[in-house]
């Protein structure tokens, strides 16, 4: 057993190991041995050094050094090796920490983010051939965190017997941008027209060809839009090659997509070929960086499978098992266009830890370590990431990231992700807040009210809409409004007519699930068309309530209501029930909102209570005293 690895494994055990400073000198000694790096000679230390001094730190120690000893369970007892030390590398390291997977890191940095929480960090060059030699070797099984690494020596660590995961070949093709769209067309993936340039007399081609803008990117090493350049002219093409370091550097060409949307899909894929797609999401760029996150992307379910498609497809023709990110273009004709793909967790899954059943992270663990995929599911209805970028150097850039992060703190459903990297640059992804909800509206809101600082905005939106056809109908609706009142859940009530503001109710109907609203109860009397005309144009869950009427008695109402055509469903109860449509609505809502679950529950228990108590006089009184009180 190696002295850091056993040390890094210890704390990791205990959880936030800086807190272990306060408590006593020799877990000082420890954290600062796991914060220190590790050049790669120094590998070759030895447990017995290990200045365990503490109990705690002392029996967990012990254990750790036994472990090496016996057979062990395949997670913990593989070593993942993690090419790269960055945010997504720090990620890893947490989820990996929820099941004792052992992660090591390489990178150049002493301090990277994944420095702190890592099994053990390498510091080297991901990029250096030997550097990722020696780490390979000490792995059982290599993945990573950003694809700039030399892929060369992977492939020849391969051939040795190295597992990588993804393969290699992956990881070369992805890794060089023009490669990548040669490797995809080929696979027949819709992409942008591209081609290689190499003088100022093919890039002029280029732009005879594809008109201007025109996208001209570098084929390696690029990131975050550095290494993106757009001319919007023949006179800027010039000055845009050279903004990206001339030929050289290696460049091609790109057809300008005005896309609508960008998208993007994650797809994992097991050892065993099994694949598993994460929901689409929409992406949202600042200055050609990801700003925000928007999860469930907003589009039709048509292009959610044309996306889901496209990528799979994508990741299908590469080899390997992991997480893949694969970034589309949504064009205003409804096609669906492959921008790149990357080999490994990505900025638009960051909101997969809070709003999935299996974070990406974890994900690409089991992907890689061969455990059976987890369930990629949403498990909040929506979610939105926002990058913290740098907005200043220095100082001033971290009193801003630093004022947004005390905001976000008083954001109900905020988590904030802080990377701790040593400088704060302008633009640069400093760290990432995702906040979860029951829906992209309230979302969106609190989003808007940390930005703006701006507790106005965090008003509160109504889940359930109560509509009428007329103000008639109001003295019975209002018991829908009493009951929604006692459970404190926010509703509105309105008059929305089908036959005599039928434009109102179309519009009110096709929104109502974008504003936040999550169930509608409508009344009706006589014909009886708002409910069924509503639920024909929402997906929302919609209740009508039979309003009495002087000629048929709301029978002619309740008829209408349960008589809707297979396939748009609308619930009712008795009529003029109002109360209980609004006890049905509480009930949907409380099966994805477990504190509303338990004022559900205590509503039914206290009804019990009422009845018993009611019973118990009876019994004790008589029926003829009872009556009188
Ligand atoms: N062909 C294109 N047409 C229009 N915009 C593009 C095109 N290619 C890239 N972009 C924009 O630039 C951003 C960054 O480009 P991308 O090639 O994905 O670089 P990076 O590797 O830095 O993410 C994209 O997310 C998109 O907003
Ligand atoms: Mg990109």
Redesign the pocket.
């Known amino acids: 057993m190696l002295l850091h690895s056993s040390s890094a494994a210890c704390l990791s055990s205990l959880g936030d190991h800086r807190s272990y400073s306060n408590h006593s000198a020799s877990a000082t000694l420890f954290l600062n041995f796991n914060r220190r790096s590790f050049p790669l000679p120094a590998l070759k230390l030895r447990m017995s050094s290990a200045p365990a001094r503490s109990s705690q730190i002392r029996a967990l120690t012990i254990s750790s050094e036994r472990k090496d000893d016996l057979p062990m369970h395949v997670v913990t007892g593989t070593k993942v090796g993690v090419l790269g030390g960055g945010q997504l590398g720090k990620m890893l390291c947490q989820a990996a920490s929820c099941m004792s997977i052992k992660v090591l890191t390489l990178d150049p940095l002493e301090n990277c983010p994944a420095s702190g929480i890592s099994y053990c960090h390498v510091v080297g060059d991901f990029n250096d051939g030997e550097a990722v030699r020696d780490f390979a070797k000490r792995c059982d099984v290599v993945t990573v965190e950003i694809e700039h690494v030399d892929a060369v020596m992977l492939e020849k660590l391969e051939q040795q017997g190295i597992d990588c995961q993804p393969k290699a070949s992956t990881i070369r093709i992805i890794q060089d941008?023009y490669l990548q769209k040669v490797h995809f067309s080929r696979h027949g993936i819709p992409l942008?027209d591209f081609f290689e340039i190499d003088n100022i007399e093919s890039a002029e081609k280029a732009g005879s060809l594809y008109g201007y803008?025109l996208?001209i990117?570098c084929k390696r090493l690029?990131?975050?839009?550095?290494?993106?350049a757009?001319a919007h002219s023949k006179d800027e093409l010039s000055s845009a090659l050279t903004a990206l370091g001339g030929f050289g550097r290696g460049l091609y060409v790109?057809?300008?997509?005005?896309?609508v949307k960008?998208l993007s899909v994650i797809v994992a894929r097991g050892r065993d070929g099994c694949i598993s797609c994460y929901p689409v999401v929409e992406?949202i760029?600042k200055n050609?960086?990801?700003h925000i996150v928007e999860a469930p992307a907003d589009v039709s379910q048509k292009i959610k499978e044309l996306s889901l498609d496209v990528a799979q497809k994508a990741v299908g023709s590469l080899e390997g098992a992991g997480v893949f990110a694969v970034?589309l273009?949504l064009t205003g004709d409804g096609q669906v266009l492959l921008?790149?793909v990357a080999p490994r967790p990505h900025n638009s899954g960051h909101h997969t830890i809070e709003s999935c059943y299996t974070s990406q992270y974890e994900q690409h663990l089991r992907a890689v370590l061969g455990l059976p995929l987890g369930d990629s599911s949403m498990k909040t209805p929506a979610a939105i990431m926002y990058n913290i970028l740098g907005e200043d150097e220095g100082e001033p850039g971290l009193k801003l990231a630093h004022d947004l992060i005390g905001r976000a703190l008083k954001v109900p459903g905020a988590s904030i992700h802080w990377y701790d990297k040593s400088d704060m640059r302008k633009l640069r992804k400093m760290g990432h807040i995702t906040i979860t909800g029951s829906s992209m509206n309230i979302v969106k809101s609190r989003l808007n009210s940390m930005l703006n600082n701006d507790q106005s905005q965090t008003a509160v939106i109504p889940q359930v809409a109560i509509i009428m056809g007329s103000d008639s109908d109001l003295p019975i609706m209002k018991d829908a409004a009493v009951v929604l009142k006692n459970f404190d859940v926010p509703f509105e009530v309105t008059i929305v007519s089908a036959h005599r503001t039928p434009d109102r109710m179309y519009s009110f109907a096709s929104a109502a699930k974008d504003r936040g609203i999550q169930v509608i109860i409508a009344g009706a009397g006589g014909a009886a068309h708002l409910p069924g005309m509503v639920a024909s144009l929402t997906s929302l869950p919609v209740i009508g309530i039979p309003i009495r009427t002087a000629s048929l008695d709301g029978v002619d109402s309740l008829l209408s209501i349960v008589q809707m055509p297979k396939g748009i469903p609308v619930a009712t109860v008795a009529i003029g029930n109002a109360a209980n449509a609004a006890l049905l609505a509480v009930r949907i809502l409380a099966n994805g909102d477990a504190k509303l679950w338990d004022r559900v529950v205590k509503y039914q228990e206290d009804m019990k209570e009422t009845v018993l108590t009611k019973a118990e006089k009876i019994e004790h009184e008589g029926w003829e005293e009872y009556l009188k009180s």
């Not at 690029?222 to 993106?228: H, I, T, V």
């Not at 790109?254 to 896309?259: A, D, G, S, V």
């Open positions: 941008k942008p803008p996208m990117k690029a990131y975050d839009g550095r290494g993106n757009v790109e057809r300008w997509t005005p896309f960008e992406t760029h050609n960086i990801c970034e273009f921008n790149e």
